[in-house]
């Protein structure tokens, strides 16, 4: 009986002593890109055609999520550049959105998606190609990333287009409303205008 109930003292003081202890940090991520893969040209894409920011000056934000742990993450990229998350290398050719006045609005990325293939733990990876192509943001089911790991989607393309202006704050609108209701006073420049000043014909008859 008393080894019977000792038995159960002993398995919670391991468990507080495991509790106490420092948790474990998680090992980092790989983000360096192999030299083959930095350097090589993106693929050929449609010209640009000089409306809007300059393609090598956009931003595209893609998100990426490893299913397994079900950890998603945004990755910041520029046409021309590729990037590394662990397994995975995300390249941009380019990214575009449609204008302000077009309808419906569009989203897209031409990305490629490579993923590292190991035939045991801790050899080198073999990097296959798992996707290539136009990503969109509104329009998903056009194209997908099969992959039983990994999903890459586009969500946003930072650029802009001529014409565009920012709103005006609400407490500037409200301010000109306010001017213009209470009347401004004229400035020293519309005191002085011709037509403020009397005619020589009323002089005149004044003087008279």
Same mark, same amino acid.
């Given at each position: 009986?008393?080894?019977?109930?000792?038995?159960?003292?002993?398995?919670?003081?391991?468990?507080?002593?495991?509790? %106490?202890?420092? !948790?474990?940090?998680?090992?980092?991520?790989?983000?360096?890109?192999?030299?083959?893969?930095?350097?090589?040209?993106?693929?050929?894409?449609?010209?640009?055609?000089?409306?809007?920011?300059?393609?090598?000056?956009?931003?595209?934000?893609?998100?990426?999520?490893? %299913?397994?742990?079900?950890?998603?993450?945004?990755?910041?990229?520029? !046409?021309?550049?590729? %990037?590394?998350?662990?397994?995975?290398?995300?390249?941009?050719?380019?990214?575009?959105?449609?204008?302000?006045?077009?309808?419906?609005?569009?989203?897209?990325?031409?990305?490629?998606?490579?993923?590292?293939?190991?035939?045991?733990?801790?050899?080198?990876? %073999?990097?296959?190609?798992?996707?290539?192509?136009?990503?969109?943001?509104?329009?998903?089911?056009?194209?997908?990333? /099969?992959?039983?790991?990994?999903?890459?989607?586009?969500?946003?393309?930072?650029?802009?287009?001529?014409?565009? /202006?920012?709103?005006?704050?609400?407490?500037?609108?409200?301010?000109?409303?306010?001017?213009?209701?209470?009347?401004? /006073?004229?400035? !020293? /420049?519309?005191?002085?205008?011709?037509?403020?000043?009397?005619?020589?014909?009323?002089?005149?008859?004044?003087?008279?």
């Amino acid at each position: 009986m008393r080894r019977a109930t000792a038995l159960p003292a002993l398995l919670l003081l391991g468990m507080l002593a495991a509790c %106490k202890g420092e !948790p474990s940090v998680p090992e980092g991520q790989e983000t360096v890109v192999p030299k083959e893969f930095a350097s090589a040209d993106m693929p050929a894409v449609v010209a640009d055609e000089g409306l809007g920011t300059p393609r090598e000056e956009r931003v595209a934000t893609l998100g990426l999520l490893n %299913k397994r742990n079900n950890l998603t993450q945004d990755i910041l990229i520029k !046409p021309g550049e590729s %990037k590394r998350v662990g397994d995975v290398i995300v390249r941009l050719a380019t990214c575009e959105k449609t204008a302000p006045w077009e309808n419906p609005p569009e989203t897209g990325a031409f990305v490629q998606v490579l993923i590292a293939q190991r035939s045991s733990p801790g050899a080198n990876p %073999k990097w296959m190609r798992a996707f290539s192509g136009w990503l969109f943001k509104n329009s998903p089911s056009l194209n997908v990333v /099969e992959h039983p790991i990994y999903d890459v989607w586009v969500k946003d393309c930072a650029m802009s287009f001529p014409g565009e /202006e920012s709103p005006l704050p609400p407490q500037g609108r409200g301010a000109a409303s306010s001017a213009s209701a209470a009347g401004a /006073e004229p400035t !020293p /420049e519309e005191s002085a205008s011709p037509a403020a000043a009397p005619s020589p014909a009323a002089s005149a008859s004044n003087a008279e």
